[in-house]
């Protein structure tokens, strides 16, 4: 059996530091939105996404891709946004298998509400830290951390 590839010293540190910001930053994110506006991230992140879109609309595939969910969990929070009255269903009329979830102006309300609050916590948290210069390292950091080929 081959030997486990242990990490450094400076790994080590460096992982620790990064399970740190991954457990707190969106712990605290949380935390505004549920106090501040009564949302949860996730279901802000579907309402921002939508408000982006022109029509407002994007089927459920696509939009689970774009919040970094899986279909059956972005169901549930697009369920809880439906009770609210800021997201509704609709079946994609060339296609009856797609659902689409759309932004009711409710909805797009909401989010306009949210955001202020919301991006100030963002730059608070991160950005208000972070030089220029690091903004655009943690940038390409992030997307070469994304950029996984077996994931």
């Not at 457990?23 to 996404?49: I, N």
């Not at 969990?73 to 298998?97: I, K, M, T, Y």
């Not at 991006?119 to 608070?124: D, G, I, P």
Request: hydrophobic share 40%; proline share 5%; net charge neutral.
């Amino acid at each position: 059996m081959d030997q486990p590839r242990w990490l450094t010293d400076e790994q080590q540190q460096a992982w620790r530091a990064l399970v740190e910001v991954l457990v707190k930053v969106p712990a605290a994110l949380e935390g505004q939105l549920q106090r501040e506006a009564g949302l949860t991230h996730m279901g802000y992140l579907v309402l921002a996404t939508l408000s982006e879109r022109p029509d407002r609309r994007l089927p459920m595939s696509r939009l689970a891709r774009k919040a970094s969910a899986s279909l059956s969990r972005l169901s549930h929070v697009v369920a809880r946004l439906e009770a609210q009255g800021w997201v509704r269903r609709e079946r994609d009329p060339e296609d009856g298998r797609v659902q689409i979830a759309v932004l009711t102006d409710e909805g797009f309300a909401k989010v306009a509400e949210s955001a202020p609050g919301h991006v100030e916590a963002v730059q608070q948290l991160v950005f208000d830290r972070l030089t220029e210069a690091q903004v655009r390292q943690l940038h390409k950091l992030c997307e070469t951390l994304l950029d996984n080929p077996t994931g």
